[in-house]
């Protein structure tokens, strides 16, 4: 049977690009059921839908009220994605609230299926404190969001607002259906990028980690429906949209968020590259040169986060690190899954090509306690699907799942 969309239009002028989402979507082989808000059938009328849809369009205009309970709990368990294209900012504050006072909302409020918005509208509503909150209160429900784009908007204002293309939309739609949903509600934090250890304002010790693989769990996690929490410290790759983003510095920085949210977590996942050493000393001004005189600094140990997690791990919760090695990668590996007391370490000779700082797949060996297993070369984003198989495997197992 065709996966189902339900298709919900709000009020605004991109309403009649939906019409092209609709007819995307039914070439692709899907059912297309339509919502229009009142205010959408201002935009575009709701034989435009039907036709395209080749399904009844349901619009408060012509609903019947006594029909409202059937019909809003029958789409809603049709659905097998809830897209709202475009969003305006009063649904999402409906949604935000659990406002349910016509066809569209009280629909969206009833669905299990996961929500995806086509956010549209002015710069300034989609700027305002109120519509941010909406925002992130919908995504830590993990609604998902799909634009808006930047570009001169119908008001005659030029900023970000614009609906996505829909092309664009489709195929946002299309990866939220493809996904598997094994991680609803997890709970999964991961670390990404590399610490900064500052010597003075300008200056400091790091590397090269770009963000990359721990972006590549972070956004896996999210997609298998997991309530990610994204501890990032300097980074050069795009950071993907997750439930809640927390930005370090240094690897002192990096303890206090992790230690921080560390009981809350089900899945602990700990990809960045943190400095294992810091400045004894840190200038409060910009160092001056003393003519060819040698610069001797003392370095002291930062702590070791994954150590300390592990110390105090629950027993119902998974612990992973990661081991970037340039010599005897699984024997360094295995000594610092057993030292930090992780449930797997992810063995990754950072000297092999296609691999570690900076690229974007990855070599590593899979180290337990009781085996290990060599992967081949992969797309990081490939290699976080499989980490995260294995994490929900032993997950499962603590858990009896
Ligand atoms: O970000 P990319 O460019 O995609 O690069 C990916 C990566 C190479 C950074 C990643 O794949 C990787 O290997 N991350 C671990 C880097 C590292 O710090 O390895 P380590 O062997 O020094 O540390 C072992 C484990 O302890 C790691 O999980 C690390 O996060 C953690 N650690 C290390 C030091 C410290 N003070 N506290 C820690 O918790």
């Avoid at 629909?107 to 929500?115: F, Q, R, V, W, Y």
């Avoid at 109120?130 to 008001?155: D, H, I, Q, S, Y």
């Avoid at 092999?352 to 899979?366: C, H, M, Q, Y």
Wanted: charged share 25%; glycine share 8%.
């Amino acid at each position: 049977m065709a996966q189902c969309i339900v298709l919900g239009v709000t009020g605004g002028i991109a309403a009649y690009k939906s019409v092209e989402v609709v007819s995307r979507l039914r070439k692709k082989g899907y059912t297309v059921r339509v919502i229009m808000t009142r205010s959408a059938t201002e935009f575009v009328t709701p034989l435009t839908f039907e036709t395209l849809s080749g399904e009844p369009v349901v619009s408060d205009m012509f609903a019947r009220p006594e029909k409202w309970e059937v019909e809003h709990i029958a789409l809603a368990k049709a659905a097998d994605l809830f897209l709202i294209a475009p969003a305006t900012a009063n649904i999402m504050a409906k949604l935000a609230c659990g406002i349910a006072d016509d066809m569209l909302s009280t629909t969206a409020l009833a669905t299990k299926a996961p929500i995806l918005l086509a956010p549209a509208m002015n710069t300034g509503m989609w700027t305002a404190p109120a519509t941010r909150k909406n925002l992130m209160t919908l995504r830590e429900r993990g609604v998902m969001t799909v634009g808006p784009e930047g570009g001169f908007l119908a008001c005659g204002d030029s900023g970000e607002g614009r609906m996505s293309e829909p092309v664009d939309i489709v195929e946002a739609a299309e990866k939220i259906l493809a996904r598997k949903q094994d991680l609803a509600g997890v709970r999964v934090m991961v670390t990404a990028g590399g610490t900064r250890e500052y010597m003075d304002p300008v200056r400091y010790l790091g590397n090269e980690s770009s963000g990359k693989m721990g972006f590549a769990l972070a956004e896996a996690a999210m997609a298998r429906g997991a309530v990610v929490t994204l501890v990032r410290g300097a980074v050069t790759a795009e950071i993907p949209q997750v439930t809640e983003e927390i930005s370090v510095v240094s690897t002192e920085d990096l303890y206090q968020a992790v230690l921080h949210n560390a009981a809350q977590q089900d899945i602990i996942i700990q990809a960045a590259a943190p400095a294992d050493y810091r400045f004894a000393v840190r200038f409060p001004e910009k160092f001056k040169k003393k003519d060819g005189e040698p610069l001797v600094f003392t370095l002291v140990e930062n702590q070791d986060i994954a150590q300390a997690v592990g110390a105090q791990k629950g027993e119902r919760q998974v612990l992973i690190g990661f081991a970037a090695e340039t010599t005897d990668l699984k024997a360094h590996a295995r000594e610092k899954l057993m030292r930090k007391n992780l449930d797997m370490i992810v063995a990754n000779d950072v000297t092999a090509p296609g691999a570690g700082f900076n690229v974007d797949t990855n070599i590593v060996s899979l180290i337990t306690e009781n085996g290990e297993e060599d992967l081949p070369l992969m797309t990081k984003r490939a290699l976080a699907d499989q980490i995260l198989d294995r994490a929900m495997a032993i997950y499962q197992k603590k858990t009896g799942q």
